[in-house]
């Protein structure tokens, strides 16, 4: 009977998580434009992992600062961007407070890809409704348009975000 | 009457209290890792969060005193935001931007080229400040390459979106090219191997010995006048009565070696890559 219940609540949980997985996915819109890319053209390979890996990447930092884990930045962040994304889980657990990230658009524009294609730096004017809360208190709930420039270097198998760079405008 | 009266006393106080609630002062833009302050009205105690990139904190504060923010609280460029919070919770942005430039990465492509060739070299060089916040002021990049004594390339780019790059053709001498990104004092070095272009002529002699026909070519040289590195691959043949033969040798130390055991008279050739070699005759063995 234990091992039902246990069986049950496994099956639950990972049922819950595909959903949650799926809600979040499905919640980051990407458009990428590539007219103005230089000195290299992006092929519409790279420009489909791109838009792919840039959204994985942000659901996977919502994941993060939702549920206060640093696991699912693995394999999407690197460098900089890693570390201040590291930073800001620590310091939400030693405050006991979340970040949640709902309803992104994400309008990217490549500003530079290089010659070699070993880097490529895009603009993203990105909104979202971010909450922020002290455990289950909102203290913070705002409609956010942000600009971030972005530097993402291609890994093994997938771009991944070694820089995001808010800005107050362009 | 006196019900509307009493509403209207309960909406103002309302709004007094609205009013007199405590107001948040940021600053307009801090410089990464500059010592800044947050200012609050009002009296009495609140909670003032502080979320941003690399930091997420929580702490009491009184309010109408100011709260000061250290230099690593701020040392990440991005947006901040700040809540106050007593009943009500009041929010303020600001940004911070990335100090000069402390650091440069700089990308250089590829590790080893042929020389001679046009656009074969390129380089991308990243300025970032001391908390590695990529630079987005427009600086000034320098980007010389040197060969030897021999200045190949002097070239200074203003940087776009904090990025400066360059795109040169290699050399015309084999050996180590030497490039140098330059922002202020900062500087970062790179180096590519430059070898020897494809074969530009084949010069190949053959004799006869006991055991049949030794063939070797001339050094190698590309059109500069380079030696072709060792391991590129010659192809020698040999044409006889009884056929043709085909050996593939590599090149070591600008020559090229093989050894044919064919009986008769021969017609040899050599080739590497697109190059054809001269045809050397042997009458068959006395």
Same mark, same amino acid.
């Given at each position: 009977?234990?091992?039902?219940?246990?069986?049950?609540?496994?099956?639950?949980?990972?049922?819950?998580?595909?959903?949650?997985?799926?809600?979040?996915?499905?919640?980051?819109?990407?458009?990428?434009?590539?007219?103005?890319?230089?000195?290299?053209?992006?092929?519409?390979?790279?420009?489909?992992?791109?838009?792919?890996?840039?959204?994985?990447?942000?659901?996977?930092?919502?994941?993060?600062?939702?549920?206060?884990?640093?696991?699912?930045?693995?394999?999407?962040?690197?460098?900089?961007?890693?570390?201040?994304?590291?930073?800001?889980?620590?310091?939400?657990?030693?405050?006991?407070?979340?970040?949640?990230?709902?309803?992104?658009?994400?309008?990217?524009?490549?500003?530079?890809?290089?010659?070699?294609?070993?880097?490529?730096?895009?603009?993203?004017?990105?909104?979202?409704?971010?909450?922020?809360?002290?455990?289950?208190?909102?203290?913070?709930?705002?409609?956010?348009?942000?600009?971030?420039?972005?530097?993402?270097?291609?890994?093994?198998?997938?771009?991944?975000?070694?820089?995001?760079?808010?800005?107050?405008?362009? | 009457?006196?019900?509307?009266?009493?509403?209207?006393?309960?909406?103002?106080?309302?709004?007094?209290?609205?009013? /007199?609630?405590?107001?948040?002062?940021?600053?307009?833009?801090?410089?990464?890792?500059?010592?800044?302050?947050? /200012?609050?009205?009002?009296?009495?105690?609140?909670?003032?969060?502080?979320?941003?990139?690399?930091?997420?904190?929580?702490?009491?504060?009184?309010?109408?005193?100011?709260?000061?923010?250290?230099?690593?609280?701020?040392?990440?460029?991005?947006?901040?935001?700040?809540?106050?919070?007593?009943?009500?919770?009041?929010?303020?942005?600001?940004?911070?931007?990335?100090?000069?430039?402390?650091?440069?990465?700089?990308?250089?492509?590829?590790?080893?080229?042929?020389?001679?060739?046009?656009?074969?070299?390129?380089?991308?060089?990243?300025?970032?400040?001391?908390?590695?916040?990529?630079?987005?002021?427009?600086?000034?990049?320098?980007?010389?390459?040197?060969?030897?004594?021999?200045?190949?390339?002097?070239?200074?780019?203003?940087?776009?979106?904090?990025?400066?790059?360059?795109?040169?053709?290699?050399?015309?001498?084999?050996?180590?090219?030497?490039?140098?990104?330059?922002?202020?004092?900062?500087?970062?070095?790179?180096?590519?191997?430059?070898?020897?272009?494809?074969?530009?002529?084949?010069?190949?002699?053959?004799?006869?010995?006991?055991?049949?026909?030794?063939?070797?070519?001339?050094?190698?040289?590309?059109?500069?006048?380079?030696?072709?590195?060792?391991?590129?691959?010659?192809?020698?043949?040999?044409?006889?009565?009884?056929?043709?033969?085909?050996?593939?040798?590599?090149?070591?130390?600008?020559?090229?070696?093989?050894?044919?055991?064919?009986?008769?008279?021969?017609?040899?050739?050599?080739?590497?890559?697109?190059?054809?070699?001269?045809?050397?005759?042997?009458?068959?063995?006395?």
């Amino acid at each position: 009977m234990n091992q039902l219940f246990r069986i049950v609540v496994f099956v639950a949980v990972l049922v819950a998580g595909t959903i949650s997985l799926k809600a979040a996915d499905s919640s980051v819109k990407i458009q990428l434009d590539t007219n103005k890319s230089g000195p290299r053209a992006v092929e519409s390979r790279t420009e489909q992992a791109i838009m792919r890996d840039y959204g994985t990447a942000w659901t996977m930092m919502a994941r993060a600062l939702e549920f206060n884990t640093i696991e699912p930045l693995e394999g999407s962040f690197v460098g900089a961007a890693r570390t201040w994304l590291n930073d800001s889980v620590a310091g939400q657990q030693r405050a006991g407070l979340t970040s949640n990230y709902r309803e992104q658009n994400h309008k990217l524009r490549v500003l530079f890809y290089a010659p070699e294609g070993d880097v490529i730096e895009l603009r993203d004017t990105a909104d979202f409704q971010l909450q922020i809360m002290d455990g289950a208190k909102v203290i913070y709930s705002e409609h956010v348009v942000r600009h971030y420039t972005v530097l993402m270097t291609p890994g093994a198998d997938r771009w991944i975000v070694r820089q995001l760079q808010a800005h107050p405008e362009f | 009457m006196r019900r509307t009266l009493l509403g209207c006393a309960v909406v103002a106080m309302y709004l007094a209290e609205l009013c /007199s609630a405590q107001e948040v002062h940021v600053p307009a833009l801090v410089s990464a890792g500059n010592e800044t302050a947050i /200012s609050t009205t009002g009296s009495g105690k609140a909670t003032l969060y502080l979320s941003g990139p690399g930091i997420s904190s929580k702490t009491e504060i009184n309010l109408g005193e100011k709260f000061i923010l250290h230099s690593e609280d701020v040392r990440n460029a991005g947006e901040y935001v700040t809540i106050v919070c007593t009943d009500v919770c009041r929010s303020a942005v600001f940004h911070v931007r990335p100090s000069k430039p402390a650091y440069l990465t700089f990308l250089v492509h590829p590790s080893r080229v042929p020389v001679g060739q046009g656009d074969a070299v390129s380089g991308v060089a990243l300025p970032f400040d001391e908390f590695h916040n990529l630079v987005l002021d427009r600086v000034k990049v320098s980007f010389q390459s040197t060969a030897g004594d021999l200045r190949i390339l002097s070239q200074s780019v203003l940087t776009q979106d904090g990025v400066g790059w360059f795109r040169a053709a290699s050399g015309k001498s084999a050996g180590k090219l030497q490039i140098v990104a330059t922002v202020d004092s900062l500087s970062s070095v790179r180096a590519v191997q430059q070898v020897a272009s494809d074969p530009c002529n084949l010069r190949t002699k053959a004799h006869r010995t006991p055991k049949g026909v030794d063939i070797e070519t001339e050094p190698v040289r590309d059109c500069s006048g380079n030696l072709v590195p060792d391991g590129t691959i010659v192809t020698f043949s040999a044409a006889g009565p009884g056929g043709r033969n085909t050996v593939d040798a590599p090149i070591k130390q600008g020559i090229a070696r093989a050894h044919i055991q064919t009986p008769g008279s021969l017609v040899i050739s050599a080739a590497s890559g697109t190059v054809m070699g001269n045809e050397v005759r042997l009458g068959e063995q006395p």
